[in-house]
């Protein structure tokens, strides 16, 4: 029987997205996409959300590219510009499952320790967790099983009591591979189709 819920954050709870900044910096589209695609990377990113500094992952990356210094630093200097609305449908169903005193809610994240503040200052509802596990602060991050266990321990939860949210199918099969029940999140409304399936809510 499940009776702990773990949500990801960013593309599932928080609409998170380089694009709302970068369309801001570039008059070409397709600049802008090469740009995110080869420079500013979703692989280089994720080392700064595994606990690298954001100074360091920066400075590396300029000395790389210092033709687009201004444009890397940007990155995180306007980080904030990336955040856009939460996702209402999602956490409304968020929002139905607490208020059913049925399970404990947990959010397993990648995101940086750096950024994270920000991300807590502007979301009432991150309050709501039981507990979230950053991967910037542990120093590990998905599809890592040792950041799956790490939530699993610190929160005495069985893997087979779980239900994973997850918008990364990486993630999502790193977390099966575990025993942890997984839905591959795709929109709010699939979500709430799959959780009444499994009569979670």
């Known amino acids: 029987m499940i009776n702990t819920i773990i949500f990801d954050l960013g593309a599932v709870l928080i609409d998170w997205n380089p694009h709302y900044l970068y369309h801001t910096l570039f008059t070409d589209e397709q600049e802008m996409k090469d740009f995110l695609a080869n420079i500013c990377t979703s692989d280089w990113n994720e080392e700064q959300d595994a ?27 306007r980080w904030v510009e990336m955040l856009g609305e939460p996702l209402h449908g999602t956490v409304e169903i968020f929002k139905q499952l607490k208020a059913s005193g049925r ?41 890592s099983p040792a950041f799956y266990q790490l939530l699993l321990d610190r929160y005495d939860v069985k893997a087979n009591e779980a239900l994973f949210i997850d918008d990364n199918y990486r993630n999502i099969l790193a977390a099966e591979k575990m025993g942890i029940k997984s839905i591959h999140f795709t929109s709010s409304e699939a979500l709430e189709a799959e959780l009444k399936s499994l009569e979670v809510l």
């Open 103 to 143: 399970y404990r809610i947990y959010a397993l994240t990648n995101w940086s320790a750096e950024t994270f503040p920000f991300a807590l200052e502007r979301y009432a509802f991150l309050n709501w967790f039981d507990g979230i596990v950053m991967s910037g602060a542990e120093k590990m991050r998905k599809p």
């Open 51 to 77: 606990g690298r500094p954001l100074q360091e992952g920066t400075d590396l990356l300029v000395a790389q590219y210092p033709k687009h210094e201004a444009n890397i630093r940007a990155f995180y200097s």
